[in-house]
């Protein structure tokens, strides 16, 4: 019996067993000159005839012909069998068991759909996880952990309940914060220095544009470890070169990276000591990391390649599948040694600590007792009253205070308050710069420090 593990994220889907990587594609497909092509094949070619490239088939799982009616004979659905076809050519016919890890950006109903695609492979199928479930292999003692992985067009953060096991708790997905957004960004920052050190515009033709394409994801490994990437490509006979500062293509992806800061910081209360656990994939991306535990403080633990299909394949052995069909595991025993945060909070210089909360040009000193947001008055508390009118406003909304050196947001209403733009869980801790919106449209306020030596 030979068990392997696929994870269908189409930002690299793979395929394992237990001793190696087998494959590891992306979920591109080419339908150019009437041959369809999938994985790195269709990806190296995506620049070269982009009307016959489809790269959302796997989160739009269905059977609807597609928009083009040179193809509309075919759906996604198609697409991901021809996928999964070329993927099962290399795993080989000593095959006798597959467990498939999830990502959280497929619906029930593309679930059922990949079941039934798999049926008609003859896919020995024996069951279904939750991805972040299946990559967090260790219990994070004294913290609470929240995996992250980018699909090519989803950002997926996942907290991760420990009940004496990895159970989903809540999960999140940012649309339009994957791989494919940030390299179109990318390329066009790239092009761009070379335009200005070199002339040649490599956005010029299809051609050469693949080229940077190709490209792409070597300098972006460079950029994560390096302060600046030289660059050089060879079109036509010539070599061009040019060289990028790491924190431009830091900067060109800050809106994306600043989304997905923004809603990690969401998933995590005030008490929490946070255990951010990151595929290998986020790491690879110049500055990510950073930021995100720059933005929420606590631990952060990067998995190896692979990491969530060898999760997978080393936990489901206990999980046939025969006896009652096929299911969504959604939580799973660890199989690895637990770490010890440590009984610590996460800290903050003084610097990025509010001290003031600004709202219609008045700043509101923040204390060590509670300033209260609502529309009534509080008994005894030093309160900002908002108009009854606005819909979504509680009579004692939320309050802000200052807690062993931290600005601490606490909501009490049954609407809920929104930090950065996301409805925080409970509580949250702040830092200078950030936006509260309570209420619908809502009262805008901004989180300030001020230099009290110099007034």
Known sequence: MTRFAIHILDAGITLLNSERIIYREPGFASLGNGNLITGNDAFEHSKIDPRGIHHR???????????????????TADLAVRQLEQIWEKAGTEVSE?????????SAQNL?????????????????????????????????????DLSLHTAM????????????ERSELLDSCGTYALYDAWLNTIANAFVQQSRFDPLHTAESEQMLLNRLAGWLREAAIHEQVEMELDFRGTTYAASIESLA??????????????????????????AIQVTDRIARLPGLADMLKARVGGELFVLEPGATARGALARCRGHTGADTGVSLIRKLPWDQSAVDIGQHTSEQSASGTPTHLLFRHMAYAIGNSPLVLGSDDSDGERTIEL?????????????????????????????????????????????????????????????????????
């Open 57 to 75: 088939y796997w989160s739009d799982l269905d059977t609807t012909p597609l928009a083009d009616q040179r193809f509309n004979h075919l759906s």
């Open 98 to 106: 597959l467990v498939v890890a999830v990502p959280e950006y497929m």
């Open 112 to 148: 059922g759909l990949f079941l039934g695609i798999a049926n008609e492979l003859k896919l020995p199928v024996i069951g279904l996880v939750d991805a972040a479930v299946a990559a967090t292999r260790r219990e994070y003692k004294n913290a609470v952990p929240v995996h992250i």
């Open 157 to 168: 953060l996942t907290r991760i309940a420990q009940p004496g096991m990895a159970q989903t």
């Open 249 to 274: 293509l830091v900067g060109t992806a800050a809106p994306i990276y600043q989304q997905i800061a923004n809603k990690l910081h969401a998933l995590f209360r005030a008490e929490d000591v946070p």
């Open 387 to 455: 108009t009854a009118e606005m819909p979504g406003v509680s009579r004692r909304h939320c309050s802000l205070s200052r807690k062993n050196g931290q600005c601490v947001l606490e909501d009490h209403s049954r609407y809920g308050t929104f930090l950065n733009g996301n409805r925080i869980d409970g509580s949250s801790i702040l830092r200078v710069g950030d936006s509260l919106r309570i209420g619908s449209p809502g009262f805008e306020f901004q989180l300030i420090t001020t230099d009290e030596q110099n007034g």
